[in-house]
Structures are given as structure tokens and as C-alpha cells.
């Protein structure tokens, strides 16, 4: 009876993944359920409105607003080329006319009587939606989108920047603890996605993006070191839209910090598969983390591992994740239920947990998190 | 809903956006009282993406602890009798979700544009930007910015009531043109409020009705000297509901299971504020420091005033916190030397893992010293928020408009100030009394005498809420259960030579004296009131003028009287690192805030 733990996150060698792929505004969904989707495939397409282009027509044509109507030369909603001259007045005798020429392609949208404003419209921008995953298209969100499903290696991250992209993973830390250094972003990581250990310096990040890395998967970072990568510092922890050339998943969290084993084991066993990643975190309502995604065939069968949901009991594998510790992984063996006074002087719920070696320490049950099997 | 009388044991439970906490409350001898508390991880995380997983969770923890029945699997059990298991009525208050985020457009910066962003900042939204005819910016500059920003939701206002309407229709057409999406769901349409030019109304539908959810409030501005922003915030209010909270995963099957709607946490903390000031006839300021936002209160001239800080808290916003108040000013209020880099890793691990506490004393004092910046950062947010509200002060007395300040003078006046109520969980589950009242002292700055107080386990939210339904109940249980006074605050205003005696106290018969640069605690029981003389030395100031005696009641509590010789306007602390961390060190000692390591 213990629920004062914060759920894991999710690193699975064999689970199965669905991913919604969907448009920022309704559009046409190009495939259907049923649908074998390849990653680059583009599933669903839609037209972003053109920037607009205000002018002041009743200005211009120095007349009031109620009047500027009578002057122009195109219709609401007809298409306008660059230069067209969209509105003339008449002048006196034939002379001194004024000639409005459109400063855009597109299309006139509206004019206003009260404020003698004309609204153009550029032509809209194309935008499209891969698949993102290889998989099976098993929803159509009608007008916005699909999700698609598929057998995979799932890792999630505690923290990325940068958004989606696919590429070859390639294993180049020795160990999890492995820090890497610049000498070890050769040529051949072009294109590639880079499996680090414990630690990735700005330094390290700008070789990267200088030698066309695509992405980094690593258990730490110092925050000095994010910040000087991106020039700013993270405000809210809401990312994804950073693009500094980049993809960084943070697998543990700020600092130098070991790669858990069974994320460097997995993540090492799909060395040279391709994969794809999404740095996109939003720890809020809504919760968002980095992923690693490399697919199966689609036909693989996966047998759903027990989700952790049942909550923490004797034996549970857990990882302490405050300081001091941070990152050790170990076992409960105790879950008394009275609170219990720490060196904070505060009453919490404890655990007693029991390091590798043996060693057992008493510590907050808000300060482990479960690791999912 | 059952009859008042009927209604014996409540449960209540607050889900905030790091905890969910759920108390439980009984009727015994006559009189309602606390009776347990249950707190869990707010789950909103995968894989549970289910608000109700914690509320039950809280539940849970609340039936273990009062040995009592109260869940039938996922169903809290109503009882139709006023015996047996389950409980008689259940409410809830929530502030998961995050933050709202708004753009707000008025014609002139300055005027209507700057009330609008006023009654966005009051409503508890984050102004992205705020558009005004004369920003000096394109028509296709603002119309991109507000189509990249895609706000939650978007405030026009401009024009006094009748007078001209062309400037607010232009700003509707940029709007127009813009065709805004929400930031959540491609299905439905972005809310617009207009609160603009009554006469504008019409031109405004015809422009954003099709395109947009339009709603119309009255005028925030309905004449240049008439600001009129509780409609505009109470608008806000609605929709920050309906929209932006409804998104947080299982928040609309919570709805189902409450008796009376869910009501938001900072209206519920507030209603509570506003009720002591009103009844006490007192000037009060009270403060709820979450995970993600602060929300700040206060009555002050009569006048209540509500601010959120949407991106001030302690773990979702801790490192928005540091980015606001810099990472020095966070280090200046830590009484050891450590290293930047250390200090920003940490940082950044709680925003990522914003559940865990601390649990070595370091990092408690670490979280402490952050904490009194983002109580800060929030209470200079309030101050230029809480101004002088015309608008909504129709009726005075002649005495009263004497006092009015002038548009944009702030309302919020420390030396007034009677009464300082702490809430959230880094001052109500601080392990030490005494380190709440430190914070509190440190962040406010407080002038003259102030009480200060803490809710004990961070319930106001649940009893604001009860407040509406059963108000004896809320009303005992605050009085009896809730608020720990901890004590008054004796601050001087000015500044002397260190060293130098700053302040004589007398009563009981008994005189203590403080130099300046000290700070001290005299011991007074809780619910002890003395009339104390207190003479301030000649440069300082107690409200009386500078060296003037004035005559004060203090009140006791379970920290005693707390005296603060450290000066104000301006109160500096050393600039000197080793300086600086040996006169913390000192105050520490004083107040025998941690323990000995």
C-alpha cells in the first residue's frame, strides 16, 4: 500500500507503440486504417493560410473609407498577381489618377468601410506529416490525422531539445559512464544519431552540429553547458522547437550522470538500426518526454510486460532520483507506513533501500522512481 | 447534495500540479475539526495520464490513515445516513493544467492595451505579447506574431464606450486576418474576449464571430479614467476552465465525481483572503507558492487584488525562477559556498523530477533560498497589478476617496500591512515554523509590526472551497486546524551603523534591546496579545516617524515575537561572499532555524 512514488519512465526492448501523428490544422488524411506506413511516408497534408499584407486603400486614394470601394479594380476574393494595379481613382479630366499596384501575389481577402483597410492574402503554404515511425496505421483522425502502431524499442528520455528526426543510431561511448570528447564526432556521424554515456559538453554539441550529427541520446549534461549551447537560459520546461541543428535526449537528468545499464544495453544492441527521435519535453498537464524509437517488422509479436501500475512493494526495482545518491539503482526492502523524520527534520514516507552491495539507506519514497520491467 | 445538518464528514481533496492532497474532515463534539491527510503525486505523467489516479491515490493514503472506509474501487462511497462508511460530501479544488497563456490587444499601449494586460495578469495568464495600434510595429508583423505564438487565448479591448470605433476594428481585422489557432486541439475555434467600445459590438461579431469563439464583455475601459476589469478577469476565469484546464488528462471524470463544481485553486485560496480581511477589518497579504505558479493576494484600502505568477513555483517553474531572478540573487540566500554549476544541476533535476523533497539539509536550505526569490519575484508582480481599481469602486465614502491613491500607484503598502498568510508546500511543510516565517521575512520585507502566519498543511484551497458550501465548517476548521500564527515581526525602516542599538521593546514589565543588523526572537506564547512600547533609534523608523516610540500590540505564537534590526529601504545583505554567508550563518543562529549539523 504505497503510492507516494513517482511512476518510471518507460525503457522497453519489446513493446508496442502507437504514435498520433496529426495535423496543426484540419487537412486531407492520405492514407487509411489498415495502411502499412513507412517513417518518411507523408500521411496527412494540409494548406496553411498565406500571410496576409494590410493596406491603407482610403489613404492612399485620400478618401474616406465609405467611399474607397467604388475605386478598386478587383473584386473580394479574386486572384491578384504583383504589381496589378488593384485600385485607381478617377482624377480630374483624366489626369493626376492615383494607381494602386498589389504588393503581392495572392488573393484580395476583405475591405473594411470603417477602416479603410484592403486585405490581401499570399498564397497558402503547403504542410505536410510523415509517419514519423514505420508501422500500421490503425486510427484515421478524420481531417487531422492518424495513429499509427508498431512493434519497438522504446526508450523515453527525462529531458531532449529539437524535435523529430530518423537516423542510424551509432554506438560511440565505450561505457555508460563514457564522457565524450570532441575527438570522438568524427566525419562518419554525419547523418547519424550518436549513443553517448554519462556526459555531453556545449563543446562536444557544437562539434555535432558542425559535423552534421543529427542527434544525441546521453545519460547527462550540465546545465552551464545547455545554456551556452542554446544562448538562452530554459525558462518553463517546455521544448522541442529549439533548432540549433540538433536532437539532445537527456536519458537521467542535469550533471554527469551514468546512463542506466539497461538503457545503454538496449540502445547498444540497436547500434547501426535506424531510428527515430523526438527531443520534445513538456513536463506540465499533458506530460511530454524525449523518446528513441526502432522499429520491428511490423508482424514481430510483442508480449506486453507488466506495467508498474499495481505501485511499489518489497523487492520492487527502484532508482533514487535526489541527491544524494542520485541515480543509484536498488532494491526496496522496507516500506514502513508511519512517516518517518529524515536529516530535513521533516516527516515523510520512507523505504529502506538496498544498494547493489548491500548497503541499505532510509530515504523518501517521493525521491525513487520505479523502472518499469 | 445533502442538507447542511447532514453533512458530517467532508472529504476535500486539492490537485495541484506536483501533489494531490485530500484531507478529511469530521463533525465530533459539536464541532468540525481535521481529522486526516492524504497526499499523493498528481498523475498526469504517462503512463497514467489520469488526474483521478492521484486524487484516488490521496484517498487512499486518508482511508489508511483515519482506519475508515471510504473508496469502493474507483467510487468514493456517499453515504445516504450520516453513519457508516464512505463520507457525506466530497469537493475539489484544482490548479493542474499549467499555465494559461493569452495575447492581449488594446489601441493604446498605455492606456487600454495596459488594462487589458492587467486583466490577463490578474486573471493568472502569461502575457505573450500585447498588441496596440501604436507598437510601432506592420499589420503583417502582428499578424504573424500572433499566428506563431498561438496563444490559449486572446483579450481586445480599446475605445472608451461610445467614442470612435476604428481603431479597435482594425485591431479585430488584424485579428481576423490572423485566423488564430489554438495551442491545444486543431478541432476548436480560439477564444477571443472583447472587452471594448460598447458602440464597436456589432463590427466585432461581423469580423470574428465566424472565425473565432467570441465572447463580449462589458467595456475595461469604458471612460480614460474608469478601469472596469473584474468582468474581463471573471471571463478569463471561465475559459481558463473550459479550455485550458480541461486538458489536463481525467480532469472532466473528477468533474463527475464532486458534488459542487471544481473550483480553481487560487479562487478558492482567495475567496478565504478576502473573507479574514473583510471580518478582521484588516490589511492582509497572502501568498500560495505550487509547484508551477505563485498566486499572491491581498486587501489592502478595501480592495481585494489576485495575482498568479503563472511561471513562479518550486518544481514545474523552479529554473523560470532563476532565470527571472538570476542565479545571484538565488545564491545570496544560501548560507554555505557552492559551486554555480552544482547549484544549476540541481536545479534543473527538480524541474525534470518536480515530485521528489529534499532530504539532506543543504538541499533543504537550497530550496529555501529559492523559494524567497520566487515569493519575491511574485510579490513585485502583485504590486504593479494591484493598483487602484476605479472601475470597480463605485461606491465611497468621502474619507475613502481622500485615501484613493492615483492610477498606477500601487495599493500594496508593507508598513500598513496587519496580517501575512503563508501557503504551499515549501512554507507549509517546512520542517521548522520558524524557517516559514524566515522565508516570508526575507521575500516580503514586511515594515512596522506584521503578523505572520502559515497555513499548517497547506489546506486553504480545500476550505476556500468549502467555504461556499458549508461555512462553519470551513470557518472551524481554518481557525482551529489551519492557520498556525507564528508570530509578529518588529522590522524598523532605514538604515544605521551596524552594531548600533536599533530598537527597544518593553511589555511585561521587561525590556529588550536589538542592534541594528541583528535579528532576534522573544519568546510569547501562542494566543498571547501585549501591549508593548517599542522605541526605535533615532534613524529608524517605525511608522511614527524617525526615532518616534509608537505603541503596538504584539501578538505571541509558536515562534515568539520575531525581531528584525536588519534595515530596510533598502535592506542590503554583503556583498562580500564570506561576509555574506557568516551573517546568514548569524541570523540562522538566532532564530535557530536548521539544525545543528
Excluded at chain 2, 487565448?153 to 482594425?170: A, F, K, P, R
Excluded at chain 2, 491545444?184 to 469580423?207: D, M, Q, T
Excluded at chain 2, 487584488?305 to 545564491?331: D, P, Q
Excluded at chain 2, 506584521?450 to 472551497?465: A, E, H, K, R, Y
Aim: charged share 30%; aromatic share 4%.
Amino acid at each position: 500500500m504505497a503510492h507516494s512514488y513517482t511512476p518510471g519512465l518507460k525503457v522497453t526492448e519489446k513493446a508496442i507503440v502507437k504514435k498520433e501523428r496529426r495535423l496543426p490544422l484540419k487537412g486531407e488524411v492520405l492514407v487509411k486504417v489498415g495502411d502499412i506506413v513507412k517513417a518518411d511516408d507523408i500521411v496527412a497534408r494540409t494548406e496553411l493560410p498565406g500571410d496576409v499584407e494590410r493596406l491603407n486603400l482610403a489613404g492612399k486614394l485620400g478618401v474616406p473609407p465609405k467611399e474607397a470601394s467604388s475605386f478598386l479594380k478587383v473584386s473580394i476574393g479574386e486572384k491578384i498577381k504583383k504589381d496589378q494595379i488593384i485600385a485607381e481613382s478617377k482624377g480630374f479630366f483624366g489626369l493626376f489618377k492615383t494607381s494602386i499596384p498589389s504588393p503581392i501575389e495572392g488573393i484580395v481577402e476583405n475591405y473594411s468601410d470603417i477602416t479603410g483597410m484592403l486585405t490581401l492574402r499570399k498564397p497558402p503554404k503547403k504542410v505536410e506529416i510523415d509517419a514519423y515511425v514505420n508501422g500500421k496505421v490503425v486510427e484515421v483522425i478524420e481531417n487531422e490525422g492518424i495513429v499509427v502502431q508498431t512493434p519497438a524499442t522504446f526508450i523515453q528520455g527525462i529531458f531532449g531539445i529539437g524535435g523529430e528526426v530518423k537516423g542510424e543510431l551509432k554506438l560511440v561511448a565505450k561505457s555508460p559512464d563514457y564522457i565524450l570528447t570532441k575527438n570522438d564526432i568524427t566525419d562518419e556521424l554525419k547523418g547519424k544519431i550518436v549513443i553517448g554515456g554519462s556526459l555531453v559538453t556545449s563543446e562536444v554539441l557544437n562539434e555535432c552540429v558542425k559535423k552534421g550529427v543529427l542527434g544525441i541520446v546521453v545519460g547527462g549534461i550540465d546545465d552551464k553547458d545547455l545554456k551556452d549551447f542554446l544562448g538562452e537560459e530554459i525558462g518553463v520546461a517546455i521544448t522541442g522547437q529549439e533548432e540549433k541543428g540538433i536532437t539532445v535526449i537527456v536519458t537521467e537528468g542535469f550533471g554527469k550522470m551514468t546512463m542506466a545499464k539497461k538503457t545503454f544495453e538496449i540502445l547498444s544492441k540497436n547500434d547501426g538500426k535506424r531510428a527515430s527521435i523526438n527531443g520534445a519535453t513538456q513536463i506540465r498537464a499533458g506530460v511530454m518526454r524525449p523518446e528513441v524509437i526502432v522499429t520491428y517488422d511490423i508482424d514481430t509479436v510483442v508480449e506486453e510486460s507488466k506495467h508498474a501500475e499495481m505501485g511499489m512493494d518489497i523487492n520492487s526495482i527502484v532508482r533514487i532520483i535526489r541527491q544524494p545518491y542520485f541515480g543509484a539503482i536498488g532494491r526496496v526492502v522496507g516500506l514502513p507506513s508511519q512517516l518517518q523524520k529524515i536529516e530535513t527534520e521533516a516527516h515523510v514516507r520512507v523505504l529502506e533501500f538496498e544498494f547493489e552491495d548491500g548497503k541499505r539507506i532510509i530515504l523518501p519514497r517521493a525521491n525513487v522512481e520505479l523502472i518499469e520491467e | 447534495m445533502k442538507e447542511k445538518d447532514q453533512i458530517i464528514r467532508i472529504l476535500a481533496t486539492d490537485c495541484g500540479s506536483t501533489t494531490t492532497k485530500a484531507i478529511l474532515i469530521e463533525k465530533r463534539d459539536n464541532e468540525y475539526r481535521l481529522i486526516v491527510r492524504g497526499e499523493a503525486p498528481t498523475t498526469v505523467e504517462a503512463p497514467y495520464e489520469d488526474v483521478t489516479k492521484g486524487v484516488l491515490n490521496a484517498i487512499k493514503e486518508v482511508e489508511e490513515l483515519a482506519e475508515i472506509k471510504i473508496l469502493d474501487g474507483d467510487k468514493i462511497i456517499k453515504r445516504d445516513k450520516a453513519e457508516g462508511d464512505g463520507v457525506d460530501i466530497y469537493i475539489s479544488t484544482s490548479s493542474a493544467g499549467g499555465g494559461l497563456q493569452m495575447m492581449v490587444a488594446g489601441v493604446v499601449d498605455k492606456m487600454s492595451a495596459e488594462s487589458a494586460a492587467r486583466a490577463a495578469l490578474g486573471a493568472g495568464s502569461i502575457v505573450m505579447d500585447v498588441i496596440a495600434t501604436n507598437d510601432k510595429r506592420m499589420d503583417h508583423e502582428r499578424i504573424k506574431r500572433i499566428r506563431t505564438l498561438r496563444p490559449d487565448m486572446i483579450l481586445l479591448s480599446g475605445g472608451t464606450d461610445g467614442g470612435t470605433i476604428t481603431h479597435v476594428v482594425q485591431l479585430a481585422e488584424i485579428i481576423q486576418a490572423a485566423d488564430p489557432k489554438p495551442r491545444f486541439g486543431a478541432g476548436y475555434k480560439l477564444p477571443v474576449i472583447y472587452a471594448g467600445n460598447n458602440k464597436a459590438v456589432e463590427e466585432i461579431k461581423e469580423r470574428l464571430e465566424k472565425k473565432t469563439a467570441l465572447y463580449i464583455v462589458e467595456n475595461l475601459r469604458p471612460t480614460l479614467e474608469k478601469e472596469n476589469l473584474k468582468p474581463a478577469r471573471d471571463k478569463i476565469h471561465d475559459l481558463f476552465m473550459e479550455h485550458v484546464m480541461a486538458q489536463a488528462p481525467g480532469y472532466k471524470k473528477l468533474m463527475d465525481m464532486t458534488d459542487v463544481p471544481i473550483m480553481p485553486t487560487p479562487g478558492a485560496v482567495g475567496l478565504l483572503i478576502e473573507t479574514i480581511g473583510k471580518r478582521d477589518k484588516i490589511e492582509v497579504l497572502g501568498v500560495d507558492i505550487g509547484g508551477a505558479t505563485t498566486d499572491v493576494f491581498s486587501y489592502f484600502q478595501n480592495t481585494f487584488n489576485r495575482t498568479v505568477s503563472a511561471n513562479l513555483g518550486m518544481s514545474y517553474s523552479i529554473s523560470n525562477v532563476v532565470k527571472e531572478a538570476g542565479l545571484k540573487n538565488i545564491m545570496r540566500w544560501v548560507p554555505f559556498h557552492m559551486d554555480e554549476k552544482d547549484l544549476r544541476n540541481r536545479i534543473r533535476n527538480k524541474m525534470i523530477r518536480p515530485t521528489t523533497i529534499p532530504s539532506t539539509l543543504d538541499e533543504l536550505q537550497i530550496e529555501q533560498a529559492i523559494s524567497r526569490e520566487a515569493l519575491r519575484l511574485a510579490l513585485e508582480q502583485h504590486k504593479t497589478m494591484a493598483v487602484g481599481l476605479k472601475g470597480v469602486q463605485k461606491e465611497r465614502t468621502i474619507s475613502d476617496a481622500f485615501e484613493q491613491t492615483s492610477t498606477g500607484e500601487t495599493l500594496v503598502n508593507m508598513l500598513t500591512l496587519n496580517l501575512i498568510v503563508g501557503s504551499g508546500g515549501v512554507l507549509s511543510h517546512a520542517p521548522r515554523r520558524v524557517q516559514s516565517a524566515l522565508m516570508m521575512i526575507d521575500a516580503f520585507l514586511p515594515e512596522g509590526i506584521t503578523m505572520l502566519t502559515v497555513d499548517s498543511i497547506f489546506m486553504m484551497p480545500q476550505l476556500g472551497v468549502l467555504s461556499t458550501v458549508h461555512e462553519q465548517a470551513a470557518t472551524e476548521v481554518f481557525e482551529k486546524d489551519c492557520l498556525i500564527r507564528l508570530g509578529s515581526c518588529v522590522a524598523p525602516i532605514g538604515n544605521i551603523k551596524e552594531g548600533q542599538e536599533a530598537v527597544k521593546i518593553k511589555f511585561d514589565g521587561k525590556e529588550y534591546s536589538f542592534n541594528f543588523g541583528d535579528m532576534g526572537v522573544i519568546p510569547l506564547e501562542l494566543n498571547k496579545k501585549v501591549k508593548a512600547i517599542i522605541t526605535p533609534s533615532k534613524g529608524l523608523d517605525l511608522g511614527n516617524g524617525k526615532g518616534k516610540e509608537i505603541e503596538a500590540e504584539l501578538e505571541g505564537g509558536v515562534v515568539g515575537v520575531i525581531v528584525d534590526a536588519r534595515g530596510r529601504r533598502p535592506f542590503n545583505l554583503p556583498e562580500n561572499d564570506n561576509e555574506r554567508v557568516e551573517k546568514l550563518k548569524k541570523w540562522i543562529k538566532a532564530l535557530n532555524v536548521y539544525p545543528e549539523k
